[in-house]
């Protein structure tokens, strides 16, 4: 019910049993017709389906996202009963791998450790669950310097991958990690109680072996964060720690310095250890295995396993930008960009922001995106044309590919306008291949850009638009829930010197919150619209506390704040459309409703519209009493208004079809042509009047003129509306199937018009050949 | 397919006219700084983001018929053969379990054109469940002057949509309360339109299904969602100049309950149910009913029971009244007295004393009347309850 793709089954009882002239008994011959109704199987979503659909089958995406967010939790409650010492450094959760016989050494006593911390992450599970404190977000501190030590970084980099690919999981995977152990090294505050005494100990014991193996080149606490159950148990390597983030900006203790300073040390020491093995633990959720956050710099120092030319030419775009246009566009900038990112997320932040050298991250704080396939998309419309009309006629169908356009957005538009989706796809993959996330580039180290992030999200809206929904779950779930700490701005002070915000464009979030709606997830799309909402609703109190949109408290310009405040509260309102839409699928007509009056009675903007669009959702449901209530208000509302003109008299229009009237209702879209003669909906609209008037030739001629007005505009470049077509289309199918037997003869024909001015991303299906 | 055509110039098509859906927009959108800013999906100029589109889609598959809905169908006779057929006329009817219904018999068309057709849109409320079969007949006059004819059949299911039970709740001779639950056996949600109980003559009907401010009891959603029952109450009391035939079978049929619902885009569907049948109340010759009686009373003190005694017999009655104690009220006076006689259809008023010993609501059980004549004893237990109240 979501889509408005024709289905391929025919609604003619296509051929009745045929007794020739002979009148035998019907009773005795049993009639062949091959459209038995098929009982209780013909619709899609069954509600006590929906209900036995528990959202913990959701995929990883989500699992990520939730569990980064309670791990969270649990981690700052952690802290807040761990840190009353000053060690902080010593926090369990701070994971160093280095060599093999750091197992043998420690073992017993790691094991302790995450058995307690098992227990602690139960007992805490309950109490931390509504613990969403927003300090991390206020803690970003305004970025010094950028990193300096980055050909350190850098190298451990490489150290890393050679090690990621030199697996030695073996060394491990005869201990048994707790899977529902879920560690997170993060910030936290330091003002808290008692912790069990043991654990304390633990942490102590752990904090002296890492400080002092470090010097042996033996880093200790192998603190397992989150294991994989397969064999491959990765032990994700990460620089010992970093500094807790206060919510004051703190001057740092003594004992940090110093610590510093070992961390540093560590860190020479590893440079110079490169080759030694490490073992990555993975999140069991990622699919990929984790570089180091280190990999990001890559790009500058080159030594990254990418195209280099290219992407630092994306970069010198990018830091031209930012450079350049800073002054002008900052508020834009900031307005569109801001976003709230979960407290993991705002810790690896403001640990960059603060120039620590040593960040400690997780996989789920780097997105690792590649492309699915390597292969073109190719165009189905030629295929068809050649099966049905032969090869040389298919060959002179000539339409812009991604070679034939520039890789760049106006080579975008152009494929896209002529409705080129496959082509822009192919055009997508190959810049994304020159951005170094091409196809086996998952879990790669990459580095992202806005450009980048946004050639995903058109690749992505392209793909869904052409259905191919498997492709778009795999290239989406490498985004997790696009929250991870590279997709800010703020990871990359050097690049995007004080620019603050997220890469991911706020219809992206939308996008991949609305994708479980194709694969039947709607609970899945409904949870993450909430999410989404949440965040809106943050930045719009925090705007209207006079902080900016992330809530750093900074007076923002009258002018500058109200703009926000429009475009946040825009935003809030199309998230509530798709939360209707999607309580919509489900089916649960009732809180759709509700949140489409919620809407309403934010804003009369769109009341006109809005009351009509449920005045057909009703009717739809049946509910013709409704209907009828609403398009009233809309007939009030609307009156003497020239402009709703069209909209008053396609609600009559399908109000006299609730109530079977179809004289009436072809007379009301008749009169929406007089004015609009091209009006699309209209004019199939009309058609269906007249099938349903025993006028099946006019109907044709109806559909015909829709059909030639769409190529028309196609010729001229000005097609908005192709779902619309194809949808008419597929009824005009429709109807030439109950016209006559030859009906293949006129789709043909239809086929060979639509392939002259139609691009690769034309529907074909729509056409049941 | 093709083939049974090719014997005969013209082909028969059909298809059957559900309503059709409204088309859902599938919005993609983008901001307007975005690398590309135009809609991708089909969705609406005005308000991109709503999911409902202005479209009208044409039914895709034959779908499920359901009892009390309309089956809709257009038959198209289209002339392929090259020439013009002479004399064609279409014939259709509904073959059901148990009959058959003409749909629609056109007089012939003299001369039905090359790639013409006649159409002919046929449409019939189905008041049977189980196989029904549409039987087209197209007969023409071939060129030279045969009649010839032949014939199409179309078979498909009528299912049940709503499942249908009663509950009578007997409270006086004259009064019963129904309770009908009602459950949509369909795949999809229904809009109910109308439940009314249409009362057979001998009753009046008052529908208990609205809270105080005449809200619906169903709350404000409007629809019933697959198997979802909802449960609806109906107060029947027989008009007063119908209270003699209480016990009599024309009382036991109460009514019809008469359903209308709504579904996809004003599909109507009616249903009817059969004569609801109540099980009258004991029919007994001699029927007692209490006339006054306290409804609390304090223990150890007596009160008064006043009944009426009414023979329903077709002869008069020679009645002794007999007194079974119970525990907690206990008759008082005389047990085993002669009644007066009466007559047939006549009634008689007793007054009977009990004293209550235990508190607590209790029921008053015991009277017996006996028939003399025909030595057959009446046993009258749950007469009335009362509440003692403990000093």
Known sequence: MDESEPLPVCTLFNQGADDGDSGADIFNGPPSSSKKPVVFEAVSVEPSQISNMPPASEPAVCDIFKSTSSSEDLFTSMLATTSSSKNDVSRPEVTIERADDVFSLDTSSDMTRIHMKHELSDIFKDAIADDKSDESEENISPPKSPIKDQSALDNTDIMASILISDDSGDNISNISFDQSLKQDGSAGDQNNKAIPSEVLQADNNCANNEVESKNDNKDSGPTPKEVKNDLKTNIFSTPPSFHPVSSETKPLDPVDTEVKDKENSSLEDMEEKKTEKEEVINEPTETSTAPLASGLFTSTSGSSSFDHKTESSAFATIADDAFSSALSTSETDRRQDAWIPGKSTAAVLAAVAQSQKRIKLEASHLSRPGLATSESLGDPVKAILARHRGIELASKRVTLSAESVTLDKNGLEKLITTGNFRAAVDLCSKVLTDLGQGFGKATQASTHSPQSVQWWHVRFALLIRLKLFEMVETELSQFGSFDSADLYYGFYPDVYPGRKGSMVPFSLRLLHADFPRHINKPYQALERFYAIRTVCKKVIDNLESNKSEDGTPVQLKAEDRNASLKLWNERKTKVLHYIGNTLFQLREYHAAITTYDEIIAQSSKDEVSLHSGLGRLLLQLGDVRAAQHRFAQVEKLAANDSKYRTQLEMNRGFLYLGANNWPEALQQFSEVLKHDPTNIEALNNKSVCLLYLCRLKEAIAVQETAAQLQEDAAKQGLTSNRVALENSLSNLVTLYELESSKSLNKKQALLQGLALTHGDGFNVACLKM | ?391
């Open chain 2, 1 to 391: 397919m093709e083939s049974s055509g090719r014997e005969h110039p013209l082909v028969l098509r059909v298809m059957r006219l559900t309503k059709p859906s409204i088309v859902s927009s599938f919005p993609i959108l983008f901001e307007d700084h975005d690398l590309t800013s135009k809609p991708l999906g089909y969705c609406l100029e005005d308000l991109p983001s709503f999911g409902t589109g202005e479209l009208l889609v044409l039914p895709q598959s034959f779908g499920n018929i359901f009892l009390g809905e309309t089956f809709v169908s257009y038959l198209s006779v289209n002339n392929e053969s090259g020439n013009d057929v002479e004399t064609v006329s279409l014939k259709a009817d509904l073959q059901t379990g148990s009959q058959r219904i003409t749909l629609t018999n056109t007089a012939p068309l003299t001369v039905l054109q090359h790639n013409n057709s006649l159409d002919e849109v046929v449409s019939h409320e189905v008041k049977e469940v189980g196989p029904h079969i549409l039987v087209c007949v197209v007969s023409y006059k071939r060129p030279d002057g045969d009649i010839k004819s032949f014939r199409k059949f179309f078979k498909f299911q009528v299912l049940k949509p709503l499942e249908v039970k009663t509950k009578f709740y007997n409270i006086k001779c004259d009064e019963v309360y129904l309770e009908t639950q009602i459950q949509n056996i369909m795949q999809s949600p229904i809009c109910m339109e109308k439940v009314n109980l249409d009362p057979s003559p001998l009753y009046t009907v008052k529908a208990l299904n609205t809270v105080s401010d005449n809200q619906s009891v169903f709350g404000s959603q409007s629809y019933m969602k697959p198997s979802e029952v909802w449960q609806y109450l109906y107060w029947l009391k027989l008009k007063p100049e119908n209270k003699m035939q209480a016990f009599t079978d024309a009382a036991s049929a109460i009514g019809k309950l008469d359903i209308v619902w709504k579904s996809s885009l004003g599909e109507k569907g009616r249903l009817q149910t059969s004569q609801l049948q109540r099980a009258v109340m004991n029919q007994r010759d001699i029927r007692l009913e209490v006339e006054s009686a306290p409804n609390t009373h304090q223990i150890n003190e007596s009160f008064y029971l006043k009944c009426k005694i009414t023979n329903y017999s077709e002869r008069a009655k020679q009645l002794m009244v007999h007194y079974e104690n119970q525990t907690d009220i206990l008759w008082q006076g005389v047990s085993g007295y002669k009644l007066d006689p009466l007559r047939s259809k006549d009634s008689l008023q007793l007054n009977m004393s009990l004293i209550p010993i235990s508190p607590g609501l209790q029921t008053i059980s015991g009277l017996r009347i006996v028939d003399t004549e025909l030595s057959r004893t009446y046993e009258y237990d749950d007469i009335h309850q009362i509440l003692v109240l403990s000093c």
